[in-house]
């Protein structure tokens, strides 16, 4: 049964920009109220004007979800303002393309503790007043696509990914008889802020999404919000926002040699470049007049 979804109030982090923006957007036009939660309080205020444009009633919280004690001082300032809350979105993260062998413990751990733990402690927090309040709700994660296929470059934001797959379907069952639903979301390439980020963390410039990306496997971060919303009319274990993509995956797993012939092209391709962007580098750097500094590194492999 299509559920209403008017005048109920949703916590979104990484909402300055992105997915998270875009399902802020997306939720006021379906009739509920915002918590909005970034560290970047301008950003934050652009899209809190947009909700109010649309008619609904939006909050801003300045907060870094890696930071201890954020969790509770977002939830308590939501039940200050709104008097309650019925959606939680789990959006903020981060990615950084760099083989495994050389990226540092110190970067594994900062990565799983922004992607995952920050996320697995706001939705356990956000369970356990649901529960107590017996009102039901909706919690959500923004995994990936890769959790299901971890790609050459990226098996670090793929584990992360992963790891809030299997928390999601767990909690889904575990607090059904509390009438919470969970649900992990799985977009693929999405044209947001996400890839300067990841470029800037890969010690490179620029951040487009690649050249060699197929254009199918591309979409806007308004289609993965709309997923969501329909995902909240109508609640299912996984929000997927490319049929392609989620029956690929499926192949992969039942035929796993497939994708490895797919991997070994891409590893083999991204090691070619990474190493003439060393071999431009090295030059430019021995040469600063000749231009090449700017230019390779505007590449993303």
Request: charged residues 25%.
């Amino acid at each position: 049964m299509r559920r209403d979804l008017t005048d109920q109030v949703a916590v979104i982090t990484g909402a300055s920009s992105g997915i998270g923006a875009a399902t802020a957007r997306a939720m006021a036009a379906a009739g509920i109220d915002v918590v909005l939660v970034a560290r970047r309080r301008d950003k934050l205020d652009q899209v809190a004007s947009e909700v109010r444009a649309l008619g609904r009633r939006a909050h801003v919280i300045v907060a870094d979800v890696a930071d201890g004690g954020h969790v509770d001082r977002i939830l308590d300032e939501t039940d200050r303002v709104f008097g309650h809350f019925d959606i939680v979105f789990a959006n903020a993260g981060y990615g950084m393309e760099r083989p495994m062998h050389e990226t540092s413990n110190e970067e594994v751990r900062r990565m799983f503790e922004v992607n995952f733990f920050a996320s697995v402690a706001l939705l356990q927090a956000a369970a356990n007043r649901l529960q107590r309040a017996r009102r039901g709700g909706h919690l959500l994660m923004c995994s990936s696509c890769v959790s299901k296929f971890a790609l050459p470059g990226h098996g670090l934001y793929a584990a992360t990914k992963a790891a809030q797959e299997s928390v999601c379907r767990a909690m889904r069952f575990e607090l059904a008889p509390d009438n919470i639903e969970v649900a992990s979301v799985h977009p693929i390439t999405t044209t947001s802020e996400f890839f300067d980020t990841s470029a800037a963390r890969s010690g490179l410039r620029g951040g487009s999404i690649p050249a060699h990306t197929p254009r199918w496997f591309v979409q806007s971060p308004e289609r993965v919000a709309k997923a969501i919303v329909a995902c909240l009319r109508r609640p299912r274990s996984e929000v997927w926002t490319s049929t392609i993509v989620r029956l690929s995956a499926a192949l992969f797993t039942a035929v796993p040699f497939a994708l490895d012939l797919v991997l070994r092209r891409e590893a083999k391709r991204q090691r070619v470049v990474r190493a003439r962007v060393a071999a431009i580098g090295a030059t430019a750097i021995q040469t600063p007049a000749n231009g090449y500094s700017s230019s390779v590194h505007n590449r993303r492999s």
